[in-house]
């Protein structure tokens, strides 16, 4: 599909009806570099910096090397000689700064100029000294996840799968624009609310709901488009092998 005929179906769908929309398989473009987005390229360029985790078991932050993220918490997967740690906490990397490489590969080789970020249609390019930063990276383990909520500010959330183990992937949940005041009043009869953003709606919480909830998995070079104001909340997942 050209960059022209993907505008226009982006605009119609995402923008005009305030749907969620998928495009798949960039991975498979051309111009794709796969060691660019891997662990290794991360541990050697990246592994001193020192980036904050969550625990979704207790809510509290944790402060980590790169390095010593990767090797604790994914090290067992990648290499078998290894047993997964014991362990009380669930972290997840998440609003990572955007390692520069990334940010130019994908904005400028990959990525269509109308949704690139600080491109020609985001608002961010006319004030980058004082744009708030909001290209970040989530890295997640089997079980992490994030929480029901709308992307502030009118924005169209955009979010692309650039590597995973084999057979992993994410879990989407997503409700159109016009739905929103309809999640909020589902919310409050869950005594729940949405000012703290930390409740994941289960399968048997959506089964309550009278509007449609739109469910997909992401994996690699998947790239999800979330409506402006619309709800969505994200799982991800790594089969289990006994």
């Not at 010593?68 to 906490?89: C, L």
């Not at 624009?177 to 048997?204: A, H, P």
Request: proline fraction near 5%; charged fraction near 25%.
């Amino acid at each position: 599909m050209s960059s022209r005929k993907l505008e226009v179906l982006f605009q119609d769908v995402v923008v005009e009806q305030g749907m969620p929309l998928i495009i798949e398989n960039w991975h498979k473009r051309p111009k794709w570099i796969r060691d660019l987005f891997t662990f290794s390229f991360l541990k050697e360029n990246h592994g001193d910096d020192v980036i904050t985790c969550k625990d979704l078991r207790d809510g509290t932050d944790t402060n980590l090397q790169f390095k010593d993220y990767i090797s604790g918490v994914h090290g067992f997967r990648h290499d078998k000689s290894r047993i997964q740690p014991p362990s009380n906490q669930l972290l997840y990397a998440k609003d990572v700064s955007c390692p520069e490489y990334w940010h130019d590969h994908l904005m400028n080789d990959i990525i269509p100029p109308f949704l690139a970020y600080r491109r020609a249609h985001d608002l961010n390019s006319y004030s980058l000294d004082s744009a708030a930063e909001n290209l970040m990276v989530y890295i997640g383990q089997h079980g992490t996840w994030t929480p029901a909520h709308f992307d502030h500010c009118g924005t169209v959330g955009h979010n692309i799968m650039t590597w995973a183990d084999k057979d992993s992937y994410s879990i989407w949940f997503i409700v159109a624009t016009k739905d929103r005041t309809k999640v909020e009043s589902l919310l409050q009869s869950l005594g729940r609310t949405m000012e703290f953003e930390n409740y994941f709606l289960s399968v048997e919480d959506f089964a309550k709901a009278d509007f449609p909830v739109y469910v997909a998995q992401q994996r690699p070079g998947d790239l999800v488009l979330i409506p402006s104001l619309g709800y969505h909340q994200v799982a991800n997942m790594v089969p289990l092998r006994s």
